[in-house]
């Protein structure tokens, strides 16, 4: 067992006096919505209409492999603002096909839109992940004008891409962040069985935790459904608050009302709190 002490309080009890299943539920996602299955399947199916429409920037690769692609959806003017979308399945699961459909947010406001793909664990370690979309974007800033996404760039994710948001803010071509519902302290997981997957070591802890790392002076929201579960609320406001101290700019965004997955419904909608969020950070 990890010595790590979570300072938060999880719902059944100190973290340090929690049975392997009380832990394994604080972060479980899944069964703390009771309808994340047609939540997913929805957004999967409108996804797919969304990309049938859209053939012509599916599937450009930016390194060898099946899932290291973007998906690029380009506004009528090249230079305009463009929202990189990191999608989430605690860095083992999930794909940028199933949440394209998020476009649906932006681009009615002039936006470009890409979704970065990138391999999953424990195929690759966590490291080799974070490395895979600092690759991707410098692919991006390099290549994305030839496919008509030359403006700045927002990057923005959900969950485990909450956390690949705020690895990603650190580099040169991202202008700003936003950051839905993501875990910021790793500590925790390598009491539960999501570690079975990520194998973290010391140092990954140490390196790829937010929380524990210098303060980056971009703009960044944090955002977190009201009906979260309290680690990744915790998560949230304390990465907000440390990004305070440090006066770097962004808002806390608590989202009344959402959980884990119904937030994003707030960046599908061109007049969603989030979709305002993303333009409001480049402003």
């Given at each position: 067992?990890?010595?790590?002490l979570?300072?938060?309080?999880?719902?059944?009890?100190?973290?340090?006096?929690?049975?392997?299943?009380?832990?394994?539920?604080?972060?479980?996602?899944?069964?703390?919505?009771a309808n994340?299955?047609?939540?997913q399947a929805t957004?999967?199916?409108?996804?797919?209409?969304f990309?049938?429409?859209r053939?012509?920037?599916l599937?450009?690769?930016?390194?060898?492999?099946?899932r290291?692609?973007?998906?690029?959806?380009?506004?009528a003017e090249?230079?305009?603002?463009?929202l990189v979308?990191?999608?989430?399945?605690?860095?083992q699961?999930?794909?940028r096909?199933?949440?394209?459909?998020?476009?649906?947010?932006v681009r009615?406001?002039?936006?470009?839109?890409?979704?970065?793909g990138?391999?999953?664990?424990p195929?690759v370690?966590?490291?080799?992940?974070?490395?895979q979309?600092?690759?991707?974007l410098?692919?991006l800033?390099?290549h994305g004008?030839?496919?008509?996404?030359?403006?700045?760039?927002?990057v923005a994710?959900?969950?485990?891409?909450g956390?690949?948001?705020?690895?990603?803010?650190s580099h040169?071509?991202?202008?700003a962040?936003?950051s839905?519902?993501?875990?910021?302290?790793?500590?925790?997981?390598?009491?539960?069985?999501?570690?079975?997957?990520?194998?973290?070591?010391?140092?990954?802890?140490a390196?790829?935790s937010?929380?524990?790392?210098?303060?980056?002076?971009?703009?960044?929201?944090?955002a977190?459904g009201t009906?979260?579960?309290p680690a990744?609320?915790?998560?949230?406001?304390?990465?907000?608050?440390?990004?305070?101290?440090?006066h770097?700019?962004?808002?806390l965004i608590?989202?009344?009302?959402?959980?884990?997955?119904?937030?994003?419904?707030?960046?599908q909608?061109?007049?969603?709190?989030?979709?305002?969020?993303v333009?409001?950070?480049?402003?």
């Open positions: 067992m990890s010595s790590y979570s300072p938060r309080r999880a719902p059944h009890g100190e973290w340090a006096y929690m049975t392997r299943q009380e832990r394994d539920l604080a972060y479980n996602n899944t069964l703390s919505v994340t299955a047609e939540i957004r999967a199916e409108a996804s797919a209409v990309r049938a429409t053939p012509a920037g599937d450009i690769a930016y390194a060898p492999g099946e290291t692609k973007w998906d690029l959806f380009p506004a090249p230079t305009s603002p463009c979308f990191i999608h989430g399945g605690y860095w699961r999930g794909s096909d199933i949440v394209s459909v998020l476009a649906e947010g009615p406001l002039g936006w470009s839109a890409a979704f970065i990138y391999d999953l664990t195929q370690t966590l490291t080799q992940l974070v490395a979309i600092h690759a991707g410098d692919w800033v390099e004008p030839d496919y008509g996404v030359a403006g700045p760039i927002v994710g959900h969950s485990a891409g956390h690949l948001t705020a690895m990603a803010l040169p071509g991202v202008s962040g936003l839905i519902s993501g875990v910021f302290e790793l500590g925790p997981l390598r009491d539960i069985g999501l570690n079975d997957a990520l194998r973290l070591t010391d140092d990954e802890v390196e790829l937010p929380l524990r790392l210098p303060v980056v002076d971009k703009p960044m929201g944090i977190y009906e979260e579960l990744l609320i915790e998560d949230s406001r304390r990465l907000h608050a440390r990004r305070a101290d440090a770097a700019p962004g808002p608590p989202v009344v009302g959402a959980n884990h997955f119904n937030i994003l419904d707030e960046l909608k061109p007049d969603g709190i989030l979709t305002r969020a333009l409001d950070l480049l402003r």
